[in-house]
DNA sequence: CTTTGTGCAAAGGCTTTGCATGCTT
DNA sequence: AAGCATGCAAAGCCTTTGCACAAAG
């Protein structure tokens, strides 16, 4: 099981601070005193566990952020980054009735809402 | 404007027979006489310009498939890879509402189906 | 005391870029 | 002839790994 390291705690704590999903470099930059290394290999280990998830950016970086367990979309700013947790979910039917159509079976889905949220709309 | 060099011929002729997304690497070790670095500057280029589409694995690999223009998803086949376009979307007023409830604005939506084709399903 | 985590630096993997050369137009 | 594409190798980035040391259980 996991040790209780004050490192581990720090990049757990600054992570459920985060409204935006963090890289590992810039959760780095934020954190005195946690090498690189390690703040990968948390990272990699929360997600491994379920406690976080993970999004790919555009050029590929990896970036984590704690969000709810089960099934569940992500609504993303686009300007901000901030990311919002979806639970209603209305895509099963409609992923189900494509996969049937094409002949295939065990369908998952995954969706991820682009927009601007209020703040930034403002600003 | 692009010029027609056999190289980029030989890219776009092997990428448009390609039922799955491949890496530029991938592409590279198809093609004989080609070099890696203009399978990357080709293979952006098409990107660019929309006639090629790219996805990124889970491991943060650029796969590149040309696919149908305008609004779409894919579904893709978890065991051997291959993509189809789905243009079938009903996804629209799922994501407006979403936003809207959210208060974000201006959104757009990104879904992937991913299943077992019927031929893997009987291999 | 044993096990697991951390730091640092080196190594890895994918992608981009600089520069001289060759092919298109 | 002028300009863009190609090749090769070097450089860049993000991420992982090896190893010695430190901390936790």
Redesign the pocket.
Known sequence: M???????RA?VGELRECDAAV???ELHERLD??????????L??LADEGEADTIRRE????AFLVCERGHHHHLVCRSCGRVEDVRDCELDGWARKVARKRGFSQVEHRAELVGTCSQCRAA
Chains 1, 2 share one sequence.
């Not at 996991?2 to 581990?8: D, S, V």
């Not at 050029?59 to 990896?62: A, D, K, L, P, S």
């Open positions: 996991a040790k209780r390291t004050a490192q581990r990049i890289t590992a470099q005193g946690v090498g690189l290394a390690t703040v990968y290999r948390n990699q280990r050029n590929g970086e990896q």
